[in-house]
């Protein structure tokens, strides 16, 4: 075998295992065994899911200084909390994530709507379950573009749970986030597997690094 042929060979195994690693990632980073078998709410909304993730991280805050960041999610509320240079180049019209609480959306019933997009889209999550400082279970029928919904090429059924564990005797607190969605028809599903979970490693990562960085400066 050439040294060309070795160092071409050498570099496909290094971008499979490397798309290999992004793979295992997206679907699990941060999470244990147990959790991503443990039941989360909102599973039964979305069973046998095509395609979803299990993420979790260790919280040295209290479940009461993280919840009124996680409360105030979405556009052009307090966004999701990914890095800026995420913000700026994939959400442009969206503002920044919050560096504050924002008093006047400390409050979500069950029914209230999460916008996630500009008014135009339609886009956003339905609030199916708040428990102050324990769980937010956010449901999406509208994560694709309005002509696509509106003309029926593709279907989306999309979950967003959030759960907080408090951990040593309520000082820290374990968050977990799961999401799980079924697709139609099997390109989305392909796109999905094949594009959304490596990019989820980044964009879950982030957001959860975010919420992570803000409870922990307010707990402080």
């Known amino acids: 075998m050439s040294a060309h042929r070795s160092r071409t060979m050498a570099l496909v195994m290094s971008l499979v295992a490397g798309y290999l690693a992004l793979q295992w990632l997206g679907r699990t980073y941060g999470s244990t065994a147990a959790e991503r078998r443990a039941m989360m709410p909102g599973d039964e909304l979305v069973q046998h899911p095509q395609v979803g993730a299990t993420h979790a991280a260790s919280v040295p805050a209290a479940p009461h200084s993280i919840w009124p960041w996680l409360v105030q999610v979405g556009w052009h509320r307090g966004g999701w909390y990914t890095p800026r240079w995420v ?19 400390q409050t979500l019933e069950v029914g209230d709507f999460v916008p996630d997009g500009a008014p135009e889209t339609e886009c956003g999550f339905v609030v199916r379950e708040v428990e102050p400082g324990r769980r937010l279970l956010l449901e999406s029928t509208t994560h694709l573009p309005l002509a696509w919904r509106q003309r ?17 005797d309520g000082r820290a607190t374990r968050l977990m986030f799961r999401w ?19 990019a989820d490693f980044v964009m879950s990562r982030g957001m959860l690094r975010g919420l992570r960085r803000r409870a922990t400066s307010m707990a402080r």
Do not use: C, E, M
Request: net charge neutral; hydrophobic share 50%.
């Open 87 to 105: 913000d700026l180049l994939l959400f442009p019209d969206n503002w920044l994530s919050a560096q504050r609480i924002l008093d006047s959306y």
């Open 180 to 198: 799980r969605a079924r697709t139609h028809p099997w390109w989305l599903t392909a796109g999905a597997n094949l594009v959304i979970i490596p």
């Open 152 to 168: 029926r090429l593709a279907q989306l059924h999309w979950t967003w749970s959030f759960q907080l564990t408090p951990v040593d």
